[in-house]
């Protein structure tokens, strides 16, 4: 079985530049999460959603992050404009449905970097 | 507020010796616990995780963790350090539908 996939691995860019992160979870899992993992931190849920709707938005910062998951799929993940604190690692994980003891499969992420 | 301690940024064990890394929650029921292992540019994997059923949860790679309510504790262990056990570990419990992650444990694993 295929694991999670993300793209790209890494990305360097300046601050006030826009980037954009894409995620394709395993074939069949309903519920797709994107997660923050800053440096020394543990990773931070930022959205999940359930097929193409979003179940939990509330520590997504929305004047400047956005996703979106059009065809209950893969999934973008989108920074415009990134900030020098927006460095981290960008986890995307899915999970076949949204219950608590379901087990969240994650992909290796991407590693950005704000100059 | 709910939270997930854990105790120790770095542990360091001989090869062979015991691994013990701590893991403190705040929760007044019974949670949903987790551990995930995390090798240098790679994503997270599941160790084990405890869904209310047996106390003591039997992982993969030979860790195992014991939920203790009295103590809100989860610690992970396993009885005989590899050098390949070296990675970060991070304890994780739902809240609210949520996975909340602990800082993570860094394991390094002396020849």
């Known amino acids: 079985e295929a694991g999670v996939a993300q793209s790209p691995r890494y990305k360097i860019i300046e601050k006030r530049q826009s980037v954009a992160f894409w995620c394709n979870p395993i074939?069949?899992?309903?519920?797709l999460y994107w997660y923050q993992q800053i440096l020394g931190q543990g990773p931070k849920l930022l959205i999940q959603f359930q097929n193409n709707g979003v179940v939990d938005d509330s520590q997504l910062p929305k004047d400047r992050f956005s996703a979106e998951r059009l065809k209950g799929v893969d999934s973008t993940l989108k920074i415009q404009p990134a900030k020098l604190e927006d460095s981290a690692v960008y986890l995307c994980a899915s999970s076949i449905n949204s219950g608590p003891q379901e087990t969240q499969y994650f992909g290796p992420g991407t590693r950005l970097l704000v100059l | 507020a709910q939270s997930v301690t854990q105790l120790g940024s770095h542990v360091s064990v001989s090869e062979g010796a015991l691994v013990l890394l701590r893991c403190n929650y705040s929760s007044s029921v019974p949670p949903y616990l987790f551990w995930y292992v995390q090798y240098p540019n790679q994503g997270l994997q599941l160790l084990l995780k405890y869904t209310s059923a047996a106390t003591l949860v039997k992982g993969i790679n030979g860790f195992e963790a014991e939920f203790k309510k009295s103590e809100t504790s989860f610690h992970l262990t396993k009885p005989s350090a590899h050098m390949s056990d070296a990675a970060e570990y991070f304890c994780?419990?739902?809240?609210?539908?949520?996975?909340?992650f602990g800082a993570g444990t860094i394991l390094r694993v002396k020849s």
């Open positions: 074939s069949g899992h309903a519920t």
């Open positions: 994780a419990v739902i809240y609210g539908n949520k996975l909340v």
